[in-house]
């Protein structure tokens, strides 16, 4: 049975920071799963899954822990984890304003839903200017729970939100 470890990875944004960790993953004999990075503020961000013999995960997460200048904090699970779930894509979009990824969030887990990824941003409204926040979410929705439920309660929170879902 192989051996899933999450990590975070935190670091001040440089050339070749994926190319140091991704090496050092498969010089333990990982195999890099799945992953989110960005760079925000300067700042490199990363969450990752790497998949890796258990006899070989004190040396991976060692060794990528020794790597020059980066934060990095792991979690391990030694089970498969289980992939059959409800998931809906919604789009979100409307006029920014503080607090609104609470918000959003509360619509979610209001409905019993769980919150699967979420990918915000601003961006410039056309033709006015002003910053329209800007959301990608993936949410698993529970068993008898219909996607309008989750899209009304988004919906509600302003009648500037748009809400779609994607396909």
Do not use: Y
């Amino acid at each position: 049975m192989q051996t899933c470890v999450v990590m975070t990875v935190l670091a001040p944004d440089r050339t070749g920071i994926v190319k140091s960790i991704s090496e050092t993953v498969a010089a333990h004999g990982g195999n890099w799963l799945e992953s989110r990075m960005a760079r925000l503020a300067g700042q490199f961000a990363g969450i990752l899954r790497i998949e890796c013999a258990p006899t070989d995960v004190d040396a991976m997460v060692s060794a990528l822990e020794s790597l020059e200048g980066l934060s990095i904090h792991t979690s391990r699970e030694e089970f498969p984890e289980d992939t059959h779930r409800d998931l809906i894509h919604l789009d979100v979009v409307g006029n920014d304003r503080p607090g609104i990824v609470r918000q959003i969030s509360a619509a979610v887990a209001g409905v019993g839903a769980n919150l699967e990824d979420l990918q915000t941003r601003l961006e410039s409204a056309p033709m006015a200017g002003h910053p329209l926040f800007h959301a990608i979410l993936t949410v698993s929705l529970p068993a008898g729970i219909a996607p309008g439920s989750l899209t009304d309660s988004i919906e509600q929170l302003g009648e500037d939100l748009a809400v779609t879902v994607v396909e």
